[in-house]
């Protein structure tokens, strides 16, 4: 009775438990042709070996299936909880680059919501930095990047440019000089992932460390480096927990200034307490 038992869960048990996952229809040629592969293995083994043949046959299917659970549900999860541990949480320290000359972000729109405002250009006005905005495809390969600079005066003729900002007020506000946003050159047919500058400017990068399914996430990284002389050295590292709604570490101090969003927060931590909205009324125009 047990083997009789143990073979309908593997033939049909198993099928019918994955075809109630949501969009699993789609794999009805594999449910059938497991019913077929187990129907037939299950059956020899009974001819050769009676029921201590089913028994090991079923015992075999059903732990590639517990494989298949744990490789495809268990272990994301475990990774994904390494991920978000905030012991891993790096505390800042200060950079030696005080200005400087790029500034990258890197699949920082793919966790960061850029609806209510535009970090890139708020960063390009108050530092005078090339902000790289660098935005990748599976597998970390870079799918397009685009370069925003700023230059002085208000009259924009170049192609690219315009002399408003997005801010955290419904229109946009004029500038007393120009945003140039131009596209990098590709580098999705070399399938690279590195993007090679002409120069080796002091830069500061912010980078999305991103899983790269589409599993549920419990939260957003960002790792914070400089490079200067061909070296990069890690400066930190941000977790911003979902299940909280806490950042760890969190720079923001106690009191108005809390209510920042998380990642303008980083942002004013890694380039200075000076970026932000306050210094970028400087260059509105009324």
């Given at each position: 009775?047990?083997?009789?038992?143990?073979?309908?869960?593997i033939?049909l048990?198993v099928?019918v438990?994955?075809?109630?996952?949501?969009?699993?229809g789609?794999?009805l040629?594999?449910?059938a042709?497991w019913?077929?592969v187990?129907?037939?293995?299950?059956?020899?083994a009974?001819?050769?070996?009676?029921r201590?043949?089913v028994?090991?046959?079923?015992?075999?299917?059903?732990?590639?299936?517990a494989?298949?659970?744990?490789r495809?549900?268990?272990g994301?999860r475990v990774?994904?909880?390494?991920r978000?541990s905030?012991?891993?949480a790096?505390?800042?320290q200060?950079?030696?680059?005080r200005r400087p000359?790029?500034?990258?972000l890197?699949?920082v729109q793919?966790i960061?919501?850029?609806?209510k405002?535009?970090?890139?250009d708020m960063?390009?006005?108050?530092?005078?930095?090339?902000?790289?905005?660098?935005?990748r495809?599976?597998?970390?390969?870079?799918g397009?990047?685009w370069?925003?600079?700023?230059?002085?005066?208000?009259?924009?003729t170049?192609?690219g440019?315009?002399?408003t900002?997005?801010?955290?007020d419904?229109q946009?506000?004029?500038?007393?000089?120009c945003?140039?946003?131009?596209?990098?050159p590709?580098?999705?047919?070399?399938?690279t992932?590195t993007?090679?500058f002409a120069?080796?400017?002091p830069?500061?990068?912010?980078?999305a460390?991103?899983?790269?399914?589409?599993?549920?996430?419990?939260?957003d990284v960002?790792?914070?480096?400089?490079?200067?002389g061909?070296?990069?050295r890690q400066?930190?590292?941000?977790?911003y927990?979902?299940?909280?709604?806490?950042?760890?570490?969190d720079p923001?101090k106690?009191g108005?200034?809390?209510?920042d969003?998380w990642?303008?927060?980083i942002?004013?931590?890694?380039?200075g307490?000076?970026v932000g909205?306050?210094?970028?009324?400087q260059h509105?125009v009324?």
């Open positions: 009775m047990l083997a009789l038992f143990a073979a309908l869960f033939i048990g099928p438990l994955f075809l109630s996952v949501p969009a699993a789609m794999f040629p594999v449910v042709i019913i077929v187990t129907s037939i293995v299950i059956g020899g009974y001819l050769a070996f009676g201590k043949g028994l090991v046959a079923s015992g075999v299917f059903f732990a590639f299936v494989w298949a659970i744990g495809g549900v268990i994301p990774i994904e909880n390494m978000c905030a012991s891993d790096m505390t800042l200060p950079p030696r680059i000359a790029r500034v990258v890197d699949d793919r960061v919501s850029y609806d405002y535009h970090p890139l960063v390009a006005v108050v530092t005078g930095a090339e902000v790289v905005e660098i935005e495809l599976a597998r970390g390969h870079i397009i990047a370069s925003t600079k700023a230059s002085p005066g208000s009259v924009c170049a192609s440019s315009r002399n900002i997005r801010t955290s419904p946009q506000q004029r500038l007393d000089l945003l140039t946003r131009t596209e990098l590709s580098s999705s047919e070399r399938m992932k993007l090679d120069d080796a400017a830069s500061i990068l912010f980078v460390n991103a899983r790269e399914d589409t599993g549920p996430r419990k939260c960002i790792d914070i480096y400089e490079e200067g061909g070296a990069r400066l930190g590292r941000f977790i927990d979902w299940r909280d709604h806490k950042l760890h570490p923001r106690p108005p200034g809390r209510s969003h990642f303008t927060a942002i004013r931590a890694v380039l307490e000076q909205e306050d210094a970028l009324k509105f009324y």
